[in-house]
């Protein structure tokens, strides 16, 4: 969040030709390098990066390089703070036994049994309930692997927030294509899991455990706009488009048939 918060003031500080702008994209990145965790680091990067990039076409054509600018600032000083620790990991990478990360990681998937519990954390019981019973283990799979979920009501929201006026259909488009992505390839859709497995440096992370935390806060920002829609037409009964209850009602539906199949 506090990434894409200082992609946002960058942005508008370059809209008003203000020097200022690049401070907290640059904390950010230092906060994200010390946190200690790479993987998420560079997934959070790579989204802020992408949404830095879709941002950038509300920019008149004087504003562009101003913009640019602020974010080579931010990413230099961001960088030159937190080289301590990015040499030393770099350094001791090349020693170090990491595992399952040495080869490609895209065939780390997370079983599609558990695509229910994005929404329904608990359909199949308590973490680790059946233990003594799923004698697969897919469940444990699953559960040893998952990095997050998101609540019916957030999910609901984000469903508005597609069709919110407002907003950018270009903005909408991205947080809901990156939202598609990053599921496909946690769960091994379509080969999507192999398009991450390319993406370089990725391909040593465990996405499918790492990606969840950035789609959800995706789905948050849908959510957000979602909400803004309902508060400025709290009084229209037609707010919440035929379409979300449609949506919402068929994908209820998949994911009980996904459950009630595996």
């Keep these: 969040p506090l990434m894409l918060l200082g992609v946002e003031i960058a942005l508008q500080t370059a809209k008003d030709k203000q020097r200022r702008g690049w401070f907290i994209l640059a904390l950010s990145i230092i906060c994200t390098a010390y946190a200690g965790f790479p993987e998420t680091g560079f997934i959070n990067g790579m989204f802020a990066g992408l949404w830095a990039i879709v941002r950038m076409t509300t920019l008149s054509k004087g504003t562009y390089l101003p913009f640019i600018k602020k974010l080579l600032i931010a990413g230099g000083i961001g960088l030159a703070l937190s080289a301590p620790l990015l040499i030393a990991f770099a350094g001791y990478l090349q020693h170090a036994n990491v595992g399952l990360h040495e080869n490609n990681t895209a065939k780390l998937i997370l079983p599609m049994l558990g695509l229910p519990g994005l929404v329904m954390p608990y359909i199949y019981g308590p973490i680790f309930a059946n233990w003594g019973y799923d004698t697969t283990m897919t469940l444990y799979r699953w559960w040893a692997s998952v990095g997050g979920f998101i609540s019916l009501t957030f999910l609901l929201t984000a469903f508005v927030g597609m069709f919110a006026k407002g907003f950018r259909r270009l903005d909408r488009g991205f947080l809901l294509g990156w939202i598609i992505f990053c599921v496909f390839a946690s769960y091994g859709v379509l080969g999507f899991n192999y398009i991450a497995g390319n993406i370089p440096l990725l391909s040593q992370a465990a996405f499918c455990r790492y990606l969840p935390p950035v789609y959800i806060m995706a789905i948050i920002m849908l959510a957000a706009m979602g909400l803004t829609q309902l508060w400025n037409n709290r009084n229209d009964r037609s707010a919440i ?22």
């Design 241 to 262: 488009p035929r379409k979300v209850i449609l949506l919402v009602g068929e994908g209820t539906t998949v994911l009980i048939a996904i459950a009630a199949l595996f």
